[in-house]
Nanobody, 116 residues
Framework: EVQLVESGGGLVQPGGSLRLSCATS????????MSWVRQAPGKGLEWVST????????SYADSVKGRFTISRDNAKNTVYLQMNSLKPEDTAVYYC?????????WGQGTQVTVSS
């Protein structure tokens, strides 16, 4: 059974930091491209960041570039999103997903709320 379980969300003040984790099982993690996607209240899905299999290539949405860092630990089958200098507009449910060819898996999401 494929599982992607996000954790690390919560309430943080503007300017604060959080680190999200996405622990996976049931597929060959190291060969999948991993991404973070978020959905703010009342809005559609927004791509945040991607890290390719092998960990060598990363990309970021302009809205988070320079503040967020994606990484992966293939030994732990886990992808991370370090989020610094958080802003109220970063408030959203954050989802991780795994993609390889026609295979696509999603987690259940973790809530991040940035508010004073």
């Amino acid at each position: 059974e494929v599982q992607l379980v996000e954790s690390g969300g919560g309430l943080v003040q503007p300017g604060g930091s959080l680190r999200l984790s996405c622990a996976t099982s049931g597929f060959t993690f190291s060969s999948y491209t991993m991404s973070w996607v978020r959905q703010a209240p009342g809005k559609g899905l927004e791509w945040v960041s991607t890290i390719h299999s092998g960990g060598g290539s990363t990309s970021y949405a302009d809205s988070v570039k320079g503040r967020f860092t994606i990484s992966r630990d293939n030994a732990k089958n886990t992808v991370y999103l370090q989020m610094n200098s958080l802003k109220p507009e970063d408030t959203a449910v954050y989802y991780c997903n795994a993609q390889k060819l026609q295979s696509f898996y999603w987690g259940q999401g973790t809530q991040v709320t940035v508010s004073s």
